[in-house]
């Protein structure tokens, strides 16, 4: 006995007169006249089964028991549709299997949701995420998904880097998230920490000697969970020494171009363009510029400091975005609620209508030169913000790219890649009282700032860079640190003391003491290449099994309880039993 001899997305003209045996899923089921239709289903597509009860009887009698998703064997000879009946909307539309011999292989209990059903509740998706997943759409995208991952393999390996697995079971290694610990029962009290990427370890194998390191490595992080985030995120994980950042970046781009060749059929362009920090954020008003479109943001800070009008002449910096549309009252007042949102207090405006004449309540405020300085063509609207530098930039920023899809500014068929580098390197936390990395704790100073950034934190600039797609973040990377005297300095800003340095990442300060060489590297998120890959909004829906936004599997019930006999194993008392 054999289950197939094609995949049910295979039959085609050429092969009417054979016999076929096809075994797959029943997504559908017609009578017509004693004749059964059955859609039989597998990863590759759906044949259509005839059953026709005077030449198969017995696989008729059988053929009136099947209910959607029952699994079925066919065997029979592929015959041609009839003119009237060939579905052209349909890879097998042109034959069908007139079956002799059918077999139902297995049953299944009456279904939670159809397949082609719209707008099912996500929890009964992933509640029975095993029916959800036969989706044609969730089919495309996990395989897709494998592609792409195949198609990394192949390139980093012909690039010279090794696949490295290092463990799960951990120490801390910062990336700004919180840790998910495990409890060590060999070592009661102490706790293994799932790493949160595997920065320090692959820093170690470049320390090894192993010159370029790469994997596809989960990091965990247990981060309060929003729409597009999820606690465990794979990563392409990449370091090498000896770093050259425009081979680095060139390794990527081929990357980056064989896989949008291979699985879209599209070329894009490389070198992709490069724009620093200070200049994305001047232009664009964030780190990850969505460059599929204009608008940009302009300064005006200069141009208002003697203004009448105080909220201008006394901000830190004025900027503003030129509209190309004369925008209405009702427009304005959801702008504005953007605006607020981002932590604007208001939303100050100019709107110029077809005839050029200004209408605002701030431009009796504003001087003559003032308004020359902002008039742009007729029907425009100049929105601005006035505020410090960073709180302008996140506004402004935020309301253009609102803008951008609002306005239908964007072409959704495009696809701009952007590397930005040279980041700031610490930022302010102000309730901690300290500064923080950027990056991360072992990213490197540029080397104009290396002697000096203990000198001005602020402004210092690391060697870190992000690869942007269409505004979206896809990952990003640095040099490190591998001098051990400056790693200290650095965790010395960062405000770890000496013993905790030693506690926490004493064994990296003694690899780099033991021969380091220079190194660098890169991560990037396969989830969210996943769904820009797919054109899928839906995060959850380009990871095989995801947990809910809860953190919960509706699935399997994780997380779940353990039994006291575990926890007294664990040496681990719970301080009020689980709800
Ligand atoms: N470990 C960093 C991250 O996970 C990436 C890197 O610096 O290579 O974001």
New binding site residues.
């Given amino acids: 006995m054999i289950w197939r001899t094609h995949m049910c997305g295979e039959p085609a003209k050429e092969l009417v007169g054979q016999p076929l045996t096809l075994s797959g899923w029943a997504a559908r089921r017609r009578d017509h006249g004693g004749l059964i239709f059955v859609d039989l289903r597998d990863r590759s597509g759906v044949t259509q089964l005839v059953i026709n009860p005077e030449l198969a009887p017995e696989a008729a009698e059988l053929a009136h028991q099947i209910r959607n998703e029952f699994v079925l064997r066919a065997e029979g000879t592929l015959v041609a549709r009839s003119a009237e009946t060939v579905n052209p909307n349909m890879p097998t539309g042109e034959v069908e299997l007139q079956v002799e011999t059918l077999e139902l292989v297995s049953r299944s209990t009456p279904l939670p949701f159809q397949l082609d059903e719209e707008n099912v509740d996500e929890t009964l998706r992933l509640r029975y995420r095993w029916l959800d997943l036969r989706r044609e759409k969730l089919q495309r995208n996990i395989a897709l998904r494998a592609q792409m991952v195949g198609i990394i393999r192949r390139e980093m390996e012909a690039a010279g880097f090794l696949d490295i697995q290092t463990p799960i079971l951990f120490k801390p290694t910062p ?1 700004g998230a919180r840790d998910f610990v495990v409890p060590a029962r060999l070592q009661q009290g102490r706790f293994y920490a799932l790493p949160q ?1 595997p ?1 320090i370890l692959k820093q170690l194998t470049m320390v090894a000697g192993f010159d370029r390191y790469y994997q596809i490595a989960i ?1 965990f992080r247990d981060e309060d969970l929003r729409a597009d985030r999820v606690q465990e995120i794979t ?1 392409l ?3 090498m020494s000896f770093p050259d950042q425009e081979l680095l970046f060139d390794v990527m781009e081929r990357m980056y171009a064989r896989i949008w060749r291979e699985c879209l059929g599209i070329e894009i362009e490389t070198p992709f363009p490069r724009m620093n920090f200070a200049e994305a954020d001047a232009r664009f008003g964030t780190d990850k510029p969505d460059t599929r479109f204009g608008l940009e943001l302009e300064d005006a800070t200069e141009a208002t400091r003697g203004s009448e009008f105080g909220v201008f002449a006394g901000a830190e910096a004025v900027r503003f975005l030129r509209v190309p549309q004369e925008l209405s009252r009702s427009d304005l007042a959801k702008l504005e609620e953007i605006a607020k949102e981002w932590g604007a207090r208001g939303l100050a405006y100019l709107v110029y209508d077809e005839e050029g004449e200004v209408r605002s309540p701030i431009a009796k405020f504003l001087s003559e030169d003032e308004l020359a300085h902002f008039r742009g063509d007729p029907a425009t609207t100049v929105l601005f913000a006035a505020d410090t530098w960073p709180a302008t930039s996140r506004v402004l920023g935020a309301l253009r790219s609102h803008l951008g899809h609002e306005l239908g500014l964007i072409d959704e068929e495009a696809f701009t890649f952007l590397w930005v580098y040279d980041f700031p390197m610490f930022e302010r936390d102000e309730d901690a009282g300290r500064w923080t990395a950027v ?2 704790p072992f990213t490197r100073p540029t080397d104009e700032w290396k002697d000096r950034f203990h000198e001005d934190p602020e402004h210092a600039l690391a060697h870190a860079y992000d690869l942007i797609v269409n505004g979206n973040e896809l ?4 040099f490190r640190i591998h001098e051990p005297e400056l790693q200290a300095k650095v965790f010395d800003l960062l405000g770890l003391g000496e013993e905790e340095q030693r506690a926490k990442f004493g064994f990296l300060l003694d690899a780099l003491a033991m021969g380091a060489p220079p190194h660098g ?3 990037l998120g396969i989830d969210r290449m996943t769904m820009v890959l797919a054109g899928e909004p839906n995060l959850r829906d380009v990871i095989a099994f995801p947990k809910n936004q809860a953190g919960v599997d509706p699935m399997s019930g994780a997380p779940s309880e353990v039994t006291q006999e575990q926890l007294d194993e664990l040496g681990i008392k719970l301080v009020q039993p689980p709800q």
Avoid at 475 to 478: A, H, K, P, R, W
Wanted: charge should be negative; aromatic fraction near 0%; glycine fraction near 24%.
């Fill in positions: 990336e990427s920065q990091c990563q994980d990449v370091e990056h991360h990952g990003g990377g640095s590297g890169i991560a």
